[in-house]
Each structure stands twice: as structure tokens, then as C-alpha cells.
């Protein structure tokens, strides 16, 4: 198999020849900003608000990337075209874009040496939990670790250092292995996954976290005034476990996935139907509006048995 190109600090390498030191403070303490959109029938989606965010991220960290954002953006497209012929028909790209503060003198000072490192490369995109997803909705589970209120790290920023996600992670699948965390902010509102925003829908309005305790995702940003052009109330707030436990249905919004059905809450079904009818005209609105059916597209990376399966399940699920 041909070996994928990455982008490091100017130059075009293979991926196995891609080295970062032992000493980069993204890897010595987390110290570092990211981004990630994806590609829809092989183009890069909204690639330029990513990038616009990204550098949000390097202005409120202090971090200088040496590029210019229409650098940026050029370099993820000659990233994207020197892998983009190892795609299968059917397959996708995650475009991935990563800056650390760079080495640190190995002299025990721990001073930058002053030239950031700039990574960016492509990761197919896994398709067959989001396909399984669509049919039956990921579980939730709330963790006691609660989401790092912006007081003391801006929740907009995409900050490489993800601990406080991962132990939100480690511990939801304490109690099930194949659930994800949904995370509360300081005073116990819903937040956010450890990769995803989360919805709900109660009494027919499409409610969600406001992003002064969550990532302000794009996905995020792009469903908001989808909904509103499908007719659907968009109301943005501080909803507690309660609201969640009497919602209608509730779905997750993420760069890769895109928009996951919810089944369960902490053992708690939600709603009667997953997908639920707000979250599935959400879905066909979207593949729609990015020229790709998101839920054909994941059901073809299953065997053929279990795609058949699953096609005759989700089509009477759409026909309902």
C-alpha cells in the first residue's frame, strides 16, 4: 500500500519519515493548538472556518505558526492532493492541522528555541461505528469530571492537551465500555462529549449548550441556521441533566461523524425513536446540502451482510 504524504515544517515527507523531538512542548506538556475538518465527496469541507479557528487558537495561546492563514489553507490542499488518490470511491478524509510551541533547549532552561512545529496530514475516516450509530445511537454516560470552566482555559480554543476529556473518557466507560462521556460544566449544565457538541430537542425546539462552556465546533455552527431554515426553533442556553432525561431525542454534532442519534443517558432511553424525526431531517438536510448521502456512505464500509441488514432497518426508519 502507498504510504501517505504529511506536511512538517515546510517540508513534504512520507508519513513513517515524519519525526517530531523528544523535547517539542507539544509533547512534553501539551502546549499546542489543532484543527480537523473533513472531506465530502473528496472536497475538503469548510476548510477555510476551520483554518479561520485555528488561528484563533494560535492568537490566544501566544503561538507564532510562521504561516500566514491563506498559507495554511494552500499547504492543507497539497496535503489533501498528494493523498487524495489512495481514497476509494467511498471514502473520506479527516484533514488534520496541528502547531506546538515548538523545541525546548535540552539544557534544563526549558526555553523555546523560538520556531514552532507545523504538522498537517490526512487520516481515512473510519466509518463503521458511525454507520452502526445511526441505527441504534451512541449511549452516554456523565462523568464526575466536569468540563475546565473558560475561567481557566478558553473552551474555544482547540488546545492539543486533552487530559481533562480523556478522564472524562476513562471514566464513562468504567461503567460502559462502549459509551461516550457527556460532560458537565462547573455548575452542572450540559457541555459536551470528549469530541463532539451535543443537542436535544424538548417540545420540538432544538436546544443546545451556548459556547461559552464548549467548543465552538463547526458542525456546530453549520446545523444552527440549518435548522432554522427547516422551520425548527434554535434556542441556545444552560440545560441541566433534567432537561436531558425529559427531551424528545438528542443527537451529537462532530467534524467526522457529523450528526450522531443519541440513545441513552446514564441507562436512561431517550426519546421514543433513534434517530428521532428532528435529528434524522437534520441528517438527510445535511447530505444534502454537502452532495453525499452521510448514511449510505457509512453503511457501504460494512460487510455486505450487515449492510443489508442495516439498509432494510434504516429505510423503514426513514419511511416511519
Known sequence: MAERIVYLNGLFVPESEAKVSVGDAG???GDG???VTRTFGHKPFKL????????RSLCYTRINCGLTLEEMEKRTLEVFDKNKHLLGKNDEYALWQIVSRGTRFMDGSNRPKGQSTVTIYCVPIDFKEFARHLIDGVRLVIPSTRRIPPQCLESKAKITNKMNHNIALFEARQVDPKCLPLMLDINGNLSETNSANFFLVLNGMLCTPTDKNVLGGITRATV????????????EGDFTPY?????????LAGTSPTIVPVQSVNGLRIGNKVPGPVTLRLINAWSKMVNVDIALQAFGHLDQKEQEQL??????????
Request: charged share 30%; glycine share 2%.
Open 243 to 251: 432537561d436531558l432525561y425529559n427531551a424528545d431525542e438528542a443527537f
Open 27 to 29: 509533547f512534553t506538556s
Open 311 to 320: 439498509l432494510k432497518v434504516w429505510q423503514e426508519k426513514k419511511a416511519a
Open 48 to 55: 477555510r472556518e476551520h483554518t479561520e479557528r485555528l488561528f
Open 224 to 235: 444552527l441556521p440549518m435548522a432554522n431554515e427547516l422551520g425548527i426553533k434554535v434556542v
Open 33 to 35: 493548538v489543532y484543527d
